[in-house]
């Protein structure tokens, strides 16, 4: 069974960096396509940004693009987010789900089906 381990948040200056990484176990992760949510207090979870599995084609919502970056090294198992010109906004916990997808990925929720617990990021201004 995949399962997914989020780590690298903490807590930021505002204009800060921070780089998430995402480790799969159990299956290897070369076979999935990869997203990033996050989800603030009160509010819904929104994706943030994915990559494909085959291709590494990429997609990033807009409050993030630009300044998040994701990428993959799958001799290591493990999908990164590159978190750059940190906000106050960009404040919440950081999921990581895989989807058994094939092309260009999406950002919604119910095409993924293993999440990772999640790791704090936080943003001071």
């Known amino acids: 069974q995949l399962q997914l381990v989020e780590s690298g948040g903490g807590l930021a200056q505002f204009g800060g960096s921070l780089r998430l990484s995402c480790a799969a176990s159990g299956f290897p992760l070369v076979y999935y396509t990869i997203g990033w949510f996050r989800q603030a207090p009160g509010k819904e979870r929104e994706g943030v940004s994915c990559?494909?599995?085959?291709?590494?084609?990429?997609n990033y919502a807009d409050s993030v693009k630009g300044r998040f970056t994701i990428s993959r090294d799958n001799a290591k198992n493990t999908v990164y987010l590159q978190l750059a010109s940190l906000k106050p906004e960009d404040t919440a916990v950081y999921y990581c789900?895989?989807?058994?997808?094939?092309?260009?990925?999406?950002?919604?929720?119910?095409?993924?089906?293993?999440w990772g617990p999640g790791t704090q990021v936080t943003v001071s201004s």
């Open positions: 789900a895989a989807a058994a997808t094939f092309g260009q990925c999406g950002l919604g929720e119910d095409d993924y089906h293993s």
């Open positions: 990559i494909s599995r085959s291709d590494e084609l990429t």
